[in-house]
């Protein structure tokens, strides 16, 4: 088990290396750097002018090289500007007196600013998980419960008319995506103009114009069910039928199983046998599945999250990204791809353990 | 000319049926789960068996309940049907919007109702497809998913109005408006209202599909050919390549989709040239494909063997060079090019294809892990047949069915994909009519002005949904074989 897990752990870091390689190099193309030069000084820089902004700025280092400072394995480079002040990738808001230190990298905690927002990228990206992870929370609460007793009871018994709605409902909610179940949403719940809103102003039943509230800006003061429930329910709905068909094929194939027509046939009631023989048996797959459902739920977020603008994480992704803010960028894949690979450490190590049958050396 | 109302002239008279059975639905539907709840709380529920597990039998109550219930559907049906049929009947100032969208729509309902009659006469000999008629969910599924094949197929003749085209004064107006100041023998209304910039909301959205249904299918052609290229070998052969192939495959997959997107699908990467990189790549897998799978096959033969493998290297490498490189041989003969791709659509396509054929790979190595166990694997070895036939002959045709399955639901996700691009505005035109930019321009006003975000947004949705029934139906009607 121990081997297994150091092994996993080993291709994760190896995974992140390179994919945050991969995002260094993208981010740091030639045209992405000119265009962040013009936006950092500029609009009208000339390519003469640029080039020398980027070498005084640290950028004229092979690329390599770059991506060795940035994770703190090579130092930060220095220079002396025009007017023969030091600069350097340590240098910058380092307090007056202090020494500054050769290396200044992810390893060392340091992870550079954010040209969009203007701050440093920790104190962003800490704000902005904080925002997502009430985001996730409600939607775990939300869809975890929601799409265990909606699999549970269709393939609780396959072919019933149960069974059938609750599948046509989980196969239409896996086909709409959150951009169009949100717009559907707020066109139902959140128009002054349309859905049902107008119709309960008139009845007088809600004070506002509206009944939920169309964006979740609001939100991030404090959280009431009518700023939270539309983002929420746009997240939540796609994970629900795609988990839910997950646990209906589980629960079908355990309410075949032998042991369970034993049970009934010894004359053990329906709810007993299900309660007590199938359901324990028939969560351990849909387990995995929620595990796994995490990287999806971080696309949903990004376009929940612009859609309500509600600023968390996947809002200062698309930030960041708008804008080729690249410290920026690559914390936010450090962040993503480590939801990733987690997830998928535990849903493996999870399956051991929930899993009787399974036994590593 | 006045404003449509959304039924017409039937409208007075259908609305209140439709009302009615709605609210008969609704009771009848909740009582039937307060009998079932009842039943379940006193354990009287599923005694009789039939089939391989335990079914319940309505009885007393519910059953009336159903009988309720079932009879409401069929009239909030019948009352559709009427409406829309009404748009045929009645003299054009009496349609609705529905009856006039009904009507436009002439020429899909046409070819539908021609490709079923067909199917369902002669199901029995086109195998699958013909099989597909034998499952409801299955025809549900293939009906919605033809409707918007035919829909983009004749789209030119479907349009109300010019997509790209603003008319003044038409700026968010509701559906079913009236054109101001109409030129002569144009259509007269908005039938679906108009967008932030005055456009036709109707005619954008079916235009959309038409571009949606050019990109997505061909997209997910191009994914399955690098996954099964790919995908083969690797369960084949496993070992090194097995864990290097895999080890790529899952660092595409361990990327979120979006950041990717944001990192490839930018005006700054088509400069660069990176994507006819990925290009050159993505797309030599195809004529690879083509060029192994002839000459596994006739190589026993080598005139038949050189003629098909030559016919693929010629057409596929010149298909490769237009498309890739944007160099069509051709275009030195006659001044253009045949085979072409605009930048920004190259870029968008390789970076669908890029994101789509890990998953592609994953599952194809896994069924050939599975079915290379098969005896029949082990007697073609032991005839000397060479491994890129047994891979090819063998293992992919008993790998189709699963194959097929997913082919549609990634088609589907393909759509999501071009969607969500769409949505955060990249590597398409603002002008596009696709529908993921329509939603993303549409809803900005949102709150104000649904409809122009909602027709798209419910159009995709149909699309995908019935990609999803129509890959249900045909696992069902596989698994029966």
């Keep these: 088990m121990l081997i297994f897990v150091l092994r996993r752990i080993g291709v994760m870091i190896l995974t992140a290396l390179v994919l945050t390689f991969v995002v260094f190099y993208l981010t740091n193309l030639p045209p992405n750097l000119e265009k962040l030069a013009k936006s950092e000084a500029s609009a009208r820089m000339t390519d003469a002018q640029v080039d020398s902004w980027l070498a005084s700025n640290g950028f004229a280092q092979s690329t390599l090289v770059r991506y060795g400072e940035w994770l703190g394995v090579l130092p930060g480079w220095t220079g002396t500007t025009a007017d023969g002040k030091a600069t350097g990738r340590c240098l910058n808001r380092i307090p007056a007196g202090q020494t500054p230190p050769s290396y200044c990298g992810v390893l060392q905690g340091n992870w550079g600013w954010s040209t969009v927002f203007k701050q440093p990228v920790s104190e962003v990206l800490a704000r902005s998980l904080g925002h997502t992870g009430w985001l996730m929370l409600w939607v775990m609460i939300v869809m975890v419960p929601t799409s265990l007793i909606l699999g549970v009871l269709s393939g609780m018994r396959e072919g019933s008319r149960t069974d059938r709605v609750l599948s046509t409902f989980a196969i239409a909610t896996t086909a709409t995506p959150e951009y169009v179940s949100g717009v559907i949403f707020i066109a139902l719940f959140a128009s002054a103009t349309a859905g049902i809103s107008p119709w309960l102003n008139e009845m007088g039943w809600i004070e506002g114009k509206t009944l939920f509230q169309g964006t979740a800006t609001s939100a991030m003061n404090g959280l009431t069910f009518w700023n939270f429930g539309l983002p929420v329910m746009t997240i939540a709905l796609y994970g629900i039928g795609y988990i839910a068909r997950m646990t209906r094929a589980s629960m079908t194939e355990v309410m075949t199983q032998q042991y369970i027509r034993t049970a009934r046939l010894k004359g053990v009631p329906f709810r007993t046998v299900v309660m007590k023989h199938a359901l324990r048996n028939a969560l351990i797959a849909p387990f995995t599945v929620i595990m796994l459902q995490f990287p999806w739920l971080l696309n949903g977020v990004v376009i929940v999250e612009t859609l309500f603008n509600y600023k968390g994480f996947g809002w200062t992704l698309v930030q960041a990204a708008g804008n080729n803010d690249i410290n920026m960028l690559l914390a936010c894949s450090v962040v993503a791809v480590f939801v990733v690979l987690v997830t998928q450490l535990i849903s493996d190590i999870g399956y051991v353990f929930l899993n009787p049958r399974i036994r590593l050396a | ?481």
């Design chain 2, 1 to 481: 000319m006045e404003n449509l109302s959304w039924t017409g002239a039937t409208g007075p008279f259908l609305v209140p049926v439709i009302t009615i059975a709605a609210v008969v639905l609704a009771v009848a539907v909740a009582g039937r789960i307060l009998v079932s709840l009842a039943a379940w709380a006193t354990g009287t529920a599923a005694q009789t068996a039939s089939g391989p597990v335990l079914m319940a039998r309505p009885r007393g109550l519910g059953r009336t309940l159903d009988l309720v219930a079932q009879v409401a559907i069929g009239l909030i049906l019948l009352a559709i049907l009427l409406i829309a049929l009404a748009g045929f009947i009645l003299p054009v100032q009496s349609k609705g919007i529905i009856g006039w969208a009904t009507l436009r729509f002439w020429p899909v309902w046409a070819a539908l109702i021609v490709t079923f009659t067909l199917s369902i006469r002669f199901k029995r000999r086109l195998g699958l497809y013909g099989k597909l008629m034998d499952s409801p969910v299955g025809m549900v599924g293939l009906g919605i998913v033809l409707f918007w094949v035919f829909t983009a197929i004749f789209a030119s003749a479907i349009i109300t109005q010019d997509p790209l085209g603003q008319l003044s004064g038409m700026k968010n107006v509701m559906p079913g408006s009236v054109v101001k100041n109409p030129t002569e023998g144009a259509f007269a209304w908005y039938l679906f209202g108009g967008d932030h910039l005055a456009r036709d909301v109707f005619s954008r959205m079916v235009m959309g599909a038409q571009r949606v249904l050019q990109i997505a299918p061909a997209a997910t052609v191009f994914a399955f050919m690098v996954g099964v290229t790919l995908g083969l070998p690797a369960g084949y052969f496993g070992g090194k390549l097995d864990t290097l192939l895999s080890f790529l495959a899952n660092l595409v997959l361990a990327f979120p989709v979006i950041l990717l997107f944001y990192l490839l699908v930018t005006p700054e990467m088509v400069q660069t040239g990176i994507p006819m990189y990925f290009a050159a790549v993505l797309f030599l897998f195809p004529v690879i494909f083509f060029a192994v799978l002839f000459n596994s096959r006739f190589k026993t033969n080598p005139p038949r063997r050189n003629l098909y493998v030559g016919v693929t290297l010629l057409l596929g490498l010149w298909a490769y060079t237009g498309l890739a490189f944007n160099a069509d041989p051709i275009r030195y003969l006659i001044g253009r090019p045949i085979f072409s791709m605009d930048p920004n659509m190259l870029n968008v396509f390789v970076s669908v294809v890029f994101v789509n054929s890990p998953g592609v790979f994953r599952i194809v190595r896994g069924l050939v892990m599975d079915i290379k166990a098969r005896d029949y694997v082990a007697a073609g070895q032991t005839r000397g047949e060479s491994p890129w036939y047994i891979m090819l002959w063998e293992i992919l045709p008993n790998a189709r069915g699963p194959l097929i399955v997913d082919f549609c639901l990634r088609i589907g996700y393909t759509t999501i994909l071009l969607g969500t691009l769409g949505f955060f505005g990249l590597g398409v035109s603002p002008e596009s009519p696709d529908w993921g930019s329509t939603i993303n321009a549409g809803r900005k006003l949102l709150s104000m002005f649904p409809h122009p975000a909602v027709v798209p947004a419910v159009a995709l949705m149909s699309l995908v949904l019935g990609l999803n029934l129509l890959a249900d139906g045909l696992r069902e009607e596989s698994l029966k074989d």
